[in-house]
């Protein structure tokens, strides 16, 4: 039997060091490494074992009574959540970790609630009760309270803080205890009888609700059948009426046990399909060990050196030597089969998201959906010469990490890097240095000013020069107008007469966009101006399209003076997914930074705020949202419109302008 698990959780829950003590107990590690020390299986990136934190997700493998589990370990910090999300995707259940010293973390809520959307059968572990002011039934009380009514402990601990030593088995009404990875069963203290019973009646009441019958014969105080109770609440879990909770310590061995027989007694086990068919989630791709492509396989049989077809991208695809991976070292394989996962190296056209099937099969799957990008900076080489590589090795990190985005901006000519968070863009920024030997810098983004004016003016423009053979001579006429926001610019040509011949009239047009894309206040393009040309002259000999492209540019330049020019900024269209708590304080925020909230929308437990911001009010609005909701808010930002800036910032700004020219 085949079956996976992923381990989720908030940052700092434990979830590399219970994983560890997974494969050490099962034998599939000589030793446990430590989170603390970057020595883990799982933590094998150079960035992670430096920083000491789970920077994506990691795979491994082990056997239970007779049960192939492949376990995914995920990172717990918000700035990279995608891969939680992937890994969650190919699992057949999780084991959602809170940490019993701080609780519920906003990674955790979040990560909750998108299992609970999706019906993925769900375990917890309350984790490090072998620490000082641990307390398991706070824990269990908070869970409860904020993330899952339906959680009821399975097990209950055996001592508390420091002298935690063992677990109680609710069901079968037994203790045990743990030392040095062994397990050996002991004496249930009188003093965790109360709780004991009072815990069993809970089950007993919650799963007796999902039969009939069984109800039935519980209020009419009759015995039930063991085996049928135990069958019922089985049923009851895999379809997430009952949320198992396990006390456990990772660090000190305590409770391992327990999670695997959870693993192989509760997740469900597919109906087998003959055609092949696979869902890759996780791509690796670096200098060193080059792509390497993750995937579950959903049905079927999947074997070495055998030529699929994406279903993605439709195109075939040859696998080449499959492997198991424990971390970074792998393992090869003939092949997998339905429920495992497996990877394989070197795949071309493939991505993280496709789906490979076999001749005759059509299915494609669906897969996560990305989270938008919530922060970016510009990105620039530190030599001249390095510009070309950031590209390059970009597009290899982002094949691992589909929530970055690379992008220029037209506006600014910037090459900007968008990411979770600020700690997601300097970890990309130091593997291009480390991984890549692209040495970069991230700065903050240039903002796309724009101007324009607020009165009507009529302008001349002559260009006139004389050289030994033919000179060049252009001569206009224009009226210069501000047009509604948003209309970009307007031509209108009013020459009669033939005062300037037709073949020209493009020639002065095309002076007057090359002058406005350069305004006279900061030098930022200039918009929502109508320009109308009504008179003009021209020489039968010297005009030329040159000569009527500089006068056009000259008239231009010089009546915009006297139009009243002024700077426009652009405004950003937010929708700002907040706590209800946090409301008040995150509406305050918005109107320092000189935001119209424009409507509120409660949906559940969040509410979604509308407003209207200036987009240099919001570059780093990430950070402030995440210490302001504690991690829990999130937001979507797309342009609106352009509009005036206030006069004294307008100053500031064009001063700071000159200066830099300067």
Same mark, same amino acid.
Not at 248 to 254: E, Q, R, T
Not at 266 to 282: G, I, M
Not at 498 to 504: D, K
Not at 632 to 661: C, D, H, W
């Given at each position: 039997m085949k079956k996976t698990i992923v381990v989720l959780g908030g940052r700092g829950s434990g979830k590399t060091t219970l994983v560890e003590d997974i494969l050490f107990l099962t034998k599939k590690i000589n030793r446990k490494g430590s989170t603390d020390n970057g020595n883990t299986t799982m933590d094998f990136d150079s960035e992670e074992i430096q920083r000491k934190l789970s920077l994506q997700l990691a795979i491994g493998y082990t056997e239970w009574k007779g049960h192939h589990i492949d376990i995914i370990d995920? /990172?717990? *910090?918000?700035?990279?959540?995608?891969? &939680?999300?992937?890994? !969650?995707?190919? &699992?057949?259940?999780? #084991? +959602? #970790?809170?940490?019993? #010293?701080?609780?519920? $973390?906003?990674?955790?809520?979040? +990560?909750?609630?998108? #299992?609970?959307?999706r019906q993925k059968l769900s375990f917890i572990a309350v984790n490090m009760l072998d620490k000082e002011h641990a307390d398991f039934y706070n824990t269990l009380s908070t869970i409860r309270q904020n993330i899952a009514p339906k959680a009821i402990p399975l097990f209950l601990p055996l001592g508390k803080e420091t002298g935690f030593s063992g677990i109680i088995d609710v069901m079968a009404e037994k203790a045990y205890t743990y030392k040095d990875g062994k397990r050996k069963e002991a004496t249930i203290p009188d003093v965790e009888r109360e709780k004991l019973d009072d815990f069993r009646s809970k089950i007993v009441e919650a799963t007796v609700e999902e039969n009939d019958e069984l109800l039935e014969k519980y209020l009419e105080g009759e015995d039930i059948d063991k085996k049928e109770l135990l069958k019922t609440l089985k049923k009851a879990i895999q379809d997430l009426k009952i949320i198992p909770v396990f006390p456990v310590s990772g660090l000190k061995g305590i409770g391992t046990d327990v999670i695997l027989s959870g693993i192989v007694d509760y997740l469900p086990q597919q109906e087998r399909v003959d055609k092949v068919s696979a869902l890759v989630f996780k791509t690796y791709n670096d200098s060193l060990t080059g792509k390497i492509s993750c995937m579950k396989v959903c049905t079927g049989t999947i074997n070495s050196d055998t030529v699929y077809f994406n279903a993605n991208k439709l195109a075939a695809e040859k696998i080449g030597t499959l492997m198991k991976l424990q971390g970074k070292n792998t393992t090869p394989v003939e092949s997998a089969e339905q429920g495992e996962v497996v990877a394989c190296a070197k795949l071309k056209v493939t991505q993280t998201g496709d789906t490979l099937v076999e001749k005759g099969n059509s299915v494609r799957y669906d897969f996560v959906d990305i989270p938008i990008p919530q922060i970016s900076y510009a990105i620039h080489a530190k030599s001249k010469g390095d510009e070309e590589k950031i590209g390059s090795a970009l597009s290899k990190i982002i094949e691992s990490d589909p929530s970055l985005v690379f992008e220029k901006n037209i506006e600014t000519q910037e090459f900007l890097l968008k990411g979770m968070g600020k700690m997601h863009l300097e970890i990309t920024a130091s593997k291009l240095k480390n991984r890549f030997g692209v040495d970069a810098e991230l700065t903050i983004p $240039? %903002?796309? *000013?724009r101007e324009t004016i607020k009165k009507k003016a009529k302008s001349h423009g002559r260009y006139k020069k004389q050289t030994g053979g033919h000179g060049q001579f252009g001569d206009c006429w224009i009226e210069i107008e501000p047009l509604p926001r948003g209309k970009g610019f307007e031509f209108v040509d009013k020459i009669v007469g033939g005062a300037i011949p037709r073949q020209f009239i493009p020639s002065v047009e095309k002076g007057i966009k090359a002058a406005m894309e350069k305004g006279v206040l900061a030098g930022y393009p200039m918009t929502d101006i109508k320009v109308t040309l009504y008179d003009g002259m021209y020489h039968p000999v010297d005009s030329s399209d040159i000569a009527f492209q500089t006068a056009g540019s000259i008239a231009f330049k010089e009546g915009i003076r006297n139009c009243k020019p002024v700077l426009l900024e652009p405004m950003m269209e937010m929708e700002i997914y907040v706590p209800d708590r946090c409301t008040g304080d995150v509406v305050s925020d918005l109107n320092s930074r000189r935001g119209k909230v424009i409507g509120m929308n409660p949906q559940r437990e969040y509410n979604c705020? $509308?407003? %209207?911001? /200036?987009? !240099?009010?919001? +570059?780093? *609005?990430a950070i402030t949202l995440r210490a302001i909701t504690q991690g829990e808010g999130y937001f979507t930002m797309k342009f609106s419109t352009y509009e005036e800036v206030p006069p004294l910032l307008a100053q500031k700004i064009v001063e700071r302008n000159k200066k830099q020219e300067k």
């Amino acid at each position: 039997m085949k079956k996976t698990i992923v381990v989720l959780g908030g940052r700092g829950s434990g979830k590399t060091t219970l994983v560890e003590d997974i494969l050490f107990l099962t034998k599939k590690i000589n030793r446990k490494g430590s989170t603390d020390n970057g020595n883990t299986t799982m933590d094998f990136d150079s960035e992670e074992i430096q920083r000491k934190l789970s920077l994506q997700l990691a795979i491994g493998y082990t056997e239970w009574k007779g049960h192939h589990i492949d376990i995914i370990d995920t /990172p717990g *910090y918000g700035d990279f959540i995608t891969d &939680a999300f992937c890994g !969650a995707r190919v &699992a057949d259940g999780a #084991l +959602l #970790l809170v940490d019993a #010293l701080s609780g519920i $973390k906003a990674e955790t809520n979040k +990560l909750f609630r998108w #299992l609970m959307e999706r019906q993925k059968l769900s375990f917890i572990a309350v984790n490090m009760l072998d620490k000082e002011h641990a307390d398991f039934y706070n824990t269990l009380s908070t869970i409860r309270q904020n993330i899952a009514p339906k959680a009821i402990p399975l097990f209950l601990p055996l001592g508390k803080e420091t002298g935690f030593s063992g677990i109680i088995d609710v069901m079968a009404e037994k203790a045990y205890t743990y030392k040095d990875g062994k397990r050996k069963e002991a004496t249930i203290p009188d003093v965790e009888r109360e709780k004991l019973d009072d815990f069993r009646s809970k089950i007993v009441e919650a799963t007796v609700e999902e039969n009939d019958e069984l109800l039935e014969k519980y209020l009419e105080g009759e015995d039930i059948d063991k085996k049928e109770l135990l069958k019922t609440l089985k049923k009851a879990i895999q379809d997430l009426k009952i949320i198992p909770v396990f006390p456990v310590s990772g660090l000190k061995g305590i409770g391992t046990d327990v999670i695997l027989s959870g693993i192989v007694d509760y997740l469900p086990q597919q109906e087998r399909v003959d055609k092949v068919s696979a869902l890759v989630f996780k791509t690796y791709n670096d200098s060193l060990t080059g792509k390497i492509s993750c995937m579950k396989v959903c049905t079927g049989t999947i074997n070495s050196d055998t030529v699929y077809f994406n279903a993605n991208k439709l195109a075939a695809e040859k696998i080449g030597t499959l492997m198991k991976l424990q971390g970074k070292n792998t393992t090869p394989v003939e092949s997998a089969e339905q429920g495992e996962v497996v990877a394989c190296a070197k795949l071309k056209v493939t991505q993280t998201g496709d789906t490979l099937v076999e001749k005759g099969n059509s299915v494609r799957y669906d897969f996560v959906d990305i989270p938008i990008p919530q922060i970016s900076y510009a990105i620039h080489a530190k030599s001249k010469g390095d510009e070309e590589k950031i590209g390059s090795a970009l597009s290899k990190i982002i094949e691992s990490d589909p929530s970055l985005v690379f992008e220029k901006n037209i506006e600014t000519q910037e090459f900007l890097l968008k990411g979770m968070g600020k700690m997601h863009l300097e970890i990309t920024a130091s593997k291009l240095k480390n991984r890549f030997g692209v040495d970069a810098e991230l700065t903050i983004p $240039k %903002i796309a *000013y724009r101007e324009t004016i607020k009165k009507k003016a009529k302008s001349h423009g002559r260009y006139k020069k004389q050289t030994g053979g033919h000179g060049q001579f252009g001569d206009c006429w224009i009226e210069i107008e501000p047009l509604p926001r948003g209309k970009g610019f307007e031509f209108v040509d009013k020459i009669v007469g033939g005062a300037i011949p037709r073949q020209f009239i493009p020639s002065v047009e095309k002076g007057i966009k090359a002058a406005m894309e350069k305004g006279v206040l900061a030098g930022y393009p200039m918009t929502d101006i109508k320009v109308t040309l009504y008179d003009g002259m021209y020489h039968p000999v010297d005009s030329s399209d040159i000569a009527f492209q500089t006068a056009g540019s000259i008239a231009f330049k010089e009546g915009i003076r006297n139009c009243k020019p002024v700077l426009l900024e652009p405004m950003m269209e937010m929708e700002i997914y907040v706590p209800d708590r946090c409301t008040g304080d995150v509406v305050s925020d918005l109107n320092s930074r000189r935001g119209k909230v424009i409507g509120m929308n409660p949906q559940r437990e969040y509410n979604c705020i $509308k407003a %209207i911001v /200036p987009h !240099a009010e919001v +570059l780093e *609005y990430a950070i402030t949202l995440r210490a302001i909701t504690q991690g829990e808010g999130y937001f979507t930002m797309k342009f609106s419109t352009y509009e005036e800036v206030p006069p004294l910032l307008a100053q500031k700004i064009v001063e700071r302008n000159k200066k830099q020219e300067k």
